[in-house]
């Protein structure tokens, strides 16, 4: 049965090709949706993005018809109308200063005057949707850039896999072992555990990169160390291999706090700067993090950009404070030569950037939309390692399924210049180890 939907402002502020998402169902936009979405459409982020491409929209539809009595959004689609609502039709109790009462309102009204159809309210707001509930009115949720059901279907680039004993032995004596795909699914550039049918203290670790590939040994630290950092577990060993693989160019690295993924792609960002190798290595390295504050905002900060961004890369400051302090080299020499640049991520478009290793810190604060624009800048020879915790996410737009991280790590999951590992124990102190625990 053909339905009649009623979209909340959220919708459009979450995705503005929302109208297009319906099939052949009907579409009504309260007026006051208008006027919320009017308050936002000049703000500088992704947000006042889909508030005027939405404007736009809708102002094309205008131009093939009237938008009070319906526009066809197109082919094969329903029909567009823009409506108020009935002043009988507010509820007992309900103050018509809150907008979310005026789209409830709106909705009843089209609930009346259509009885034959269904009318669906489609909001993100959870409180909208009990009181759209308490009133009869049937809801649904929006998530069109939920890449996944929940954080823990996230892709964590490991895997154990049983296998039989005597294979475990050739592949630690060089021999080549190849997996089929009856073995299961693998992903290019994930890690495996094999573990013996047998005994199952009997392990090897390896990278798998294809069916038709052999196994790869993920690289031994036990007798050498990155910048005086040796991996304290295996997830930190894969992503140190991960992130001095030079066949690799894009690596996310998901972990709750201390986990050690900031600290880890610093320093091979170092490493691979500071002390390159004869068939690896860039030329700078260029960190950024998305300007998102925790708790209420400070407002504007003073002075030139580099000291605008320093409140916020504080934490990759004080890693390369650790790291160069112990070389017994002075930080802001490395600043000042361009080695070691900052950039705010406000000014990246347009730009490309070649022979760099990049940083993106706290990238679970990302839009899909400003993932794309920063990872669409990587130019030749150029490394990028997007590190987050999915957990702590600070953008009120987002969530643990939604974020650009998230979505960065299931896109690129199926493809080998790209490899992602989730970190799950934390090192930096018992403390903090507790605390992301059970806090």
């Known amino acids: 049965m053909k339905k009649t939907y009623v979209l909340d402002t959220n919708v459009f502020l979450t995705n503005a090709n929302a109208i297009f998402e319906f099939k052949n169902n009907d579409i009504v936009v309260p007026l006051k949706v208008l006027d919320e979405i009017d308050k936002h459409k000049k703000r500088q982020d992704g947000v006042g993005l889909h508030a005027r491409a939405t404007i736009r929209i809708l102002d094309n539809l205008r131009n093939k018809g009237n938008l009070h009595n319906g526009?066809?959004?197109?082919?094969?689609?329903?029909?567009?109308?823009?409506?108020?609502?009935?002043?009988?039709?507010?509820?007992?109790?309900?103050?018509?200063?809150?907008?979310?009462?005026?789209?409830?309102?709106?909705?009843?009204?089209?609930?009346?005057?259509?009885?034959?159809?269904?009318?669906?309210?489609?909001?993100?707001?959870?409180?909208?949707?009990?009181?759209?509930?308490?009133?009869?009115?049937?809801?649904?949720?929006?998530?069109?850039?939920?890449?996944?059901?929940?954080?823990?279907?996230?892709?964590?680039?490991?895997?154990?896999?049983?296998?039989?004993?005597?294979?475990?032995?050739?592949?630690?004596?060089g021999e080549d072992i190849i997996l089929e795909k009856e073995d299961g699914l693998f992903y290019p550039n994930q890690y495996i555990m094999l573990v013996s049918s047998s005994n199952e203290k009997k392990t090897a670790l390896a990278m798998f990169q294809g069916y038709d590939k052999k196994l790869c040994k993920v690289l031994d630290f036990k007798n050498s160390n990155i910048w005086g950092l040796s991996p304290r577990n295996k997830e930190q060993a894969f992503t140190l291999d991960l992130l001095l693989n030079k066949n690799i160019s894009i690596v996310t690295l998901i972990g709750k706090a201390g986990c050690g993924k900031t600290l880890l792609a610093i320093a091979a960002g170092l490493e691979q700067v500071l002390e390159p190798s004869e068939d690896q290595g860039f030329k700078k390295i260029v960190i950024s993090r998305p300007v998102q504050p925790l708790g209420k905002d400070l407002g504007y900060l003073p002075g030139t950009m580099e000291e605008k961004m320093r409140p916020w890369l504080m934490p990759i400051q004080d890693n390369i404070d650790f790291l160069l302090n112990g070389k017994g080299k002075n930080i802001s020499h490395f600043f000042e030569d361009g080695t070691i640049q900052v950039e705010a991520l406000t000014y990246i478009r347009g730009r490309?950037?070649?022979?760099?290793?990049?940083?993106?810190?706290?990238?679970?604060?990302?839009?899909?939309?400003?993932?794309?624009?920063?990872?669409?800048?990587?130019?030749?020879?150029?490394?990028?390692?997007?590190?987050?915790?999915?957990?702590?996410?600070?953008?009120?737009?987002?969530?643990?399924?939604?974020?650009?991280?998230?979505?960065a790590v299931e896109k690129f999951k199926k493809h080998d210049i790209a490899g992602h590992i989730t970190l799950v124990k934390g090192e930096r102190s018992k403390v903090a180890t507790l605390a992301s625990k059970i806090l």
Do not use: W
């Not at 959870?126 to 059901?149: F, H, Q």
């Not at 957990?391 to 998230?406: F, W």
């Open 352 to 407: 490309s950037i070649s022979n760099a290793f990049i940083i993106i810190d706290e990238a679970q604060n990302l839009t899909i939309h400003e993932l794309k624009t920063i990872i669409t800048r990587v130019g030749e020879n150029t490394k990028i390692v997007l590190t987050g915790d999915v957990e702590q996410i600070d953008n009120v737009y987002l969530d643990a399924t939604s974020n650009g991280l998230s979505y």
């Open 71 to 173: 526009v066809r959004i197109g082919r094969g689609k329903g029909i567009l109308s823009v409506r108020g609502y009935d002043v009988e039709d507010v509820p007992p109790g309900c103050d018509l200063q809150s907008a979310d009462n005026e789209i409830v309102a709106t909705a009843i009204t089209e609930k009346k005057h259509k009885t034959k159809r269904k009318t669906i309210v489609v909001t993100r707001d959870i409180n909208m949707r009990v009181k759209c509930d308490s009133l009869g009115i049937p809801t649904e949720d929006y998530a069109p850039n939920r890449i996944v059901a929940n954080e823990r279907k996230l892709y964590t680039g490991f895997k154990e896999h049983l296998i039989d004993d005597q294979r475990i032995d050739q592949f630690y004596n």
